[in-house]
């Protein structure tokens, strides 16, 4: 198989799998005072310093949670509860009454937050418009945080998990800082593809198995005095801001492919070269073929694009017998493919948007596996432009 979906689960690393292999021959309790306690709560903190390193945090920010999705509930949910916290202990710290969110944020960000804005009748829900290319609206983030009264906590992602378009998150946490509003940067997909600066934000979103680690473990990283009420309720596991058992194996294995990121010399550079000889290849094979984000700075390795004519669904299945795994540029659900949120936030079309893919490289990638994905997209489009049946996007 050419697998080229990274960006929707990365194959497992080899570090990973041996820290996970070690891990689980130690039957200890992290939260254990005997030896085997103490064997697990050092597997546990060794990945946990391995992880801040990779976004300049402290070890002590990180909590590791069942994957992003949770870790983006807790963030939002837990912001705006525990900021009510604080403001019922001292009326003069405000409570977060604004909840801004960019128009390209991941589906758990957005629904989450409209679930927030929902059962909560104080917040108000306000989307950020981005530009055709999908970059956040600067002016338009500027102007919203000067209107209303109340705390507010923006979600802005540092990079978009469909375009791979770079969000210009220094510019965000200025902005926020000086409304003394509250940054949640969802660093899922850039994680190890470009650098990360914690310092930037109040809380981060990562997750392991979009890095190489294994599926089923993520983390939030929340900065020292940050508003924070815990979610999941039980033991005092991590400070007792996320109870339960941690997940040992899955932890070790994230540690080591945070470890493995953050010490990969040339690797960006590589998938750089990777993606740019897709784009090429495809581009002059068929100059028609649409590519998302081109005016903006994107990831190394996420090429967002379209085929005029070719509908997503089509396209996958015929990927998939010639041995290419790929994704639609949009969230999957019951089988069907939905028209992604992102590209109408960029006010693609509809026509084109339901001819979207992703190829998305990684470590495992090879020039071979490019090849291949571009000798099946052009053979898919021939064969569909000569047969007057063919499954057209609508």
Request: aromatic letters at 4%; glycine letters at 10%; one cysteine or more.
């Amino acid at each position: 198989m050419h697998y080229c979906d990274h960006n929707a689960t990365s194959p497992l690393r080899p570090e990973s799998l041996a820290a996970m292999t070690h891990a689980l021959g130690v039957s200890g309790n992290p939260s254990s005072v005997h030896a085997n306690g103490r064997a697990a709560r050092a597997i546990v903190d060794d990945a946990r310093e391995k992880i801040a390193a990779l976004v300049g945090a402290k070890a002590d920010q990180v909590i590791f949670t069942s994957g992003a999705t949770e870790a983006a509930s807790l963030a939002l949910w837990g912001a705006v509860e525990g900021a009510l916290d604080q403001h019922e202990a001292d009326s003069k710290t405000a409570r977060i009454t604004r909840l801004f969110v960019s128009g390209i944020e991941h589906a758990c960000i957005q629904a989450t937050a409209a679930r927030i804005a929902e059962d909560l009748p104080w917040i108000r829900l306000s989307h950020l418009p981005v530009t055709a290319d999908g970059v956040l609206d600067i002016e338009a983030l500027r102007v919203a945080l000067r209107e209303g009264k109340g705390r507010a906590l923006v979600a802005v992602m540092a990079a978009n998990n469909e375009t791979g378009v770079i969000q210009p998150l220094e510019d965000v946490s200025r902005l926020c800082r000086e409304a003394g509003a509250l940054l949640l940067v969802d660093a899922v997909p850039a994680a190890g593809k470009i650098a990360l600066d914690f310092a930037l934000c109040d809380y981060m979103i990562l997750s392991a198995h979009k890095m190489g680690g294994p599926q089923g473990v993520g983390a939030l990283l929340v900065a020292d005095g940050a508003p924070l009420r815990p979610q999941i309720l039980g033991g005092g596991q991590q400070k007792g801001l996320r109870a339960g058992t941690e997940n040992l194996a899955g932890i070790a294995g994230f540690g080591a492919a945070a470890h493995t990121l953050l010490t990969a010399d040339g690797e960006r550079e590589r998938l750089a070269h990777l993606t740019d000889r897709f784009e090429t290849a495809l581009k002059k094979a068929l100059p028609d073929a649409v590519i998302f984000g081109t005016g903006a700075a994107r990831l190394c390795s996420t090429s967002n694009f379209a085929i005029p004519g070719i509908a997503s669904d089509t396209a996958l299945i015929a990927l998939d017998m010639d041995g290419v795994c790929m994704s639609a540029g949009s969230t999957c659900s019951s089988g069907k493919i939905a028209p992604s949120h992102v590209l109408t936030a960029m006010g693609v079309d509809a026509d084109t948007s339901a001819s979207a893919l992703r190829a998305s490289f990684g470590w495992s990638n090879t020039n071979e596996d490019v090849q291949a994905a571009v000798e099946s997209l052009v053979k898919l489009t021939e064969r569909a432009r000569r047969s007057p049946t063919t499954d057209r996007a609508a």
